[in-house]
């Protein structure tokens, strides 16, 4: 049996997430999306394959960055939900593509019906895929797509 190592890695202002413009972001809180990221996996785990999920969540980019280079030798995969340094940072870019993992890029809202700044994105350059407007059910989606990419190369 083998085993799926994924860090879900989420950027700032997402730990106010459910207080922060519900009308907006949605009701569920970041304990919310974690539970649903782990529920995912062990649904997934029960398929055959143990799926494991590192959780995080910061306000510094930083911090993000230096977390991309620490699970480099021992993840299989990214989610990353970087919120708004999605559109402005190139230093994350550039820990996405330095450790060349497979990463899936989730927002919560769908970020090209919203304000023109949102529309360009410099991480989704190093995502082999985006999930944006489905809400909370982008991360659970953004987990089963990179299991499933996993499973066809084992095939």
């Given at each position: 049996?083998?085993?799926?190592?994924?860090?879900?890695?989420?950027?700032?202002?997402?730990?106010?997430?459910?207080?922060?413009?519900?009308?907006?972001?949605?009701r569920?809180?970041?304990?919310?999306?974690?539970?649903?990221c782990?529920?995912?996996a062990?649904?997934?785990?029960?398929?055959?394959?143990?799926?494991?999920?590192?959780?995080?969540?910061?306000?510094?980019?930083?911090?993000?960055?230096?977390?991309?280079?620490?699970?480099r030798?021992?993840?299989?995969?990214?989610i990353?939900?970087?919120?708004?340094?999605?559109?402005?940072?190139v230093?994350l870019?550039?820990?996405?593509?330095?450790?060349?993992?497979?990463?899936?890029e989730?927002?919560?809202?769908?970020?090209?019906?919203?304000?023109?700044?949102?529309?360009?994105?410099?991480?989704?350059?190093?995502?082999?895929?985006?999930?944006?407007?489905?809400?909370?059910?982008?991360?659970?989606?953004?987990?089963?797509?990179?299991?499933?990419?996993?499973?066809?190369?084992?095939?």
């Amino acid at each position: 049996m083998t085993c799926l190592k994924i860090a879900v890695l989420n950027g700032p202002n997402l730990n106010l997430l459910g207080v922060r413009q519900p009308e907006i972001y949605g009701r569920e809180k970041l304990d919310d999306v974690e539970l649903l990221c782990l529920r995912t996996a062990e649904e997934l785990s029960d398929e055959g394959h143990i799926v494991e999920i590192d959780f995080r969540q910061t306000n510094y980019e930083g911090e993000l960055v230096s977390w991309i280079h620490e699970i480099r030798a021992e993840t299989n995969g990214i989610i990353l939900n970087p919120a708004a340094l999605g559109h402005s940072s190139v230093a994350l870019l550039d820990a996405l593509l330095a450790v060349d993992l497979p990463t899936v890029e989730v927002h919560i809202t769908n970020i090209h019906q919203r304000e023109a700044f949102r529309h360009q994105l410099y991480t989704a350059q190093a995502a082999i895929g985006v999930i944006c407007g489905f809400g909370v059910r982008g991360y659970q989606m953004a987990i089963r797509a990179l299991y499933d990419m996993f499973q066809d190369e084992d095939e």
